[in-house]
DNA sequence: ATTCCACAGGAAACAGTGGTCC
DNA sequence: GGACCACTGTTTCCTGTGGAAT
């Protein structure tokens, strides 16, 4: 033991005023910069470049359609080729509009046209947030598009999760967006559409595949070989020199090339990985680093996952903690004694199952059918993280506490 | 070969909220 | 103030299913 035991708090304010730090530009390490070379990408850049030009001569582009797993650069391209064409058009003074828009931002159909309304320049009052017919909203759209003789580029990130609302609320939104040109007699209306998912053109109606898909451009996945690239770079400009170790970054660029080629979570890692050698005042980050990072990444999606869950949702997840390895018949009574002790009215059993699968699909909890001859068929479910994290987690929630 | 269990999971309907429009 | 709209969370109703038991 040392003789002289500092308090913690003395500890830190010393460490932040005395202590080096190893990041000096932290928004480089942020998934929404915007790096001068995107390694590995300029035959996409230039294909997307070469649709998108049609617009500079007033004639109207193609729509195109972008594929790739996720952290394979597709916004980041498109981004760029756009601001770069907004750079030049600001010289002139040709009226050119970027509108983006991420479907899964938005919950609904509604709010992602109310969102590129916005961006339009409509207000409150032109278009309100609620209460109005989608096809109302999309003609407010298109007239504030003719009125002002705008040229508009609407970018459609996930664009397949915006299919799937649309499939849902029985509307053919984007078959008329796809088609709007027809309906705009001034200015101009190109998509751009934004996927992960290579399978969801399938599931789209051929109409809006014939229009939507007339240029496609596929990101392939990034090989660790290209990861470590991009790190490199990235690490060039966004710690001081020298502070990460060669080991630290193949580690990292071996991790993310494992996940499919996501350059993104590889970032993401070695911004924590960053972030905890820092606070523990290294001077280098190390592969202990990368490591820690990645488990305290996986960690902190747990917790909170589980804190955004509604009430009905976190008392299912004790049931399975405590009914644990069993059948829907037996959490769903574990769940109705613990919907008694809370004074909760419980959910039918039907409900119950949706929202089991719901949070499946978060990985909090794994599903298994098992068919069981005449005791019929059913589906087990076990937790697949520690229970300790999960009364942690439920611990701060007020109504719960007692029962953990 | 037939029966029958204990659910899975789809479809549709419904209630409630918070809004517009005329 | 009544008709209408989008949307969410839920209930109701329903059909389907693999294999142990008979």
Redesign the pocket.
Known sequence: MSTTTLDPIEKLLEATVSGKSLIKNRTVLHHTFIPNNIHHRDLEQEKVTQSLLPILKQSRPSNILIYGKPGTGKTLVVRRVLSKIQERVEKTNFPIKLIYGNSKEE???????VDFGRQLGLS??E???????????FKRLLRIINKNSLNTVFIIDEIDFLAH?VS??K?DILYQLTRSNDRIKNGSLTLVGISNDLTFKDRLDPRVISSLGEEEIVFTSYSVNQIHKILEDRIQLAFVEGAVEESALNLCAAMAGREHGDARRAIDLLRVAGEIAEREQKEKVSEEHVRRASQKMEEDKETAAIQSY?L?EKLLILAVMRAGGS????I?SAYTKLCKSVRQ?????????????EIELSGIIS?R?V?????????K?KLTISPETIKQTLKKDLILEDLV
């Open positions: 919950t609904t159909l509604y709010g992602l046209l409150e009052k278009l309100p947030t609620t209460g109005l017919s989608i096809s109302e909203v609302l849902k609320s509307n509604p009905h059948s829907t018949g037996e769903f009215k419980e959910l039918t059993q039907r409900r119950m199952t949706q929202m089991l699968s599903g059918i068919h069981q001859g005449i005791h019929g068929r059913t589906k479910f």
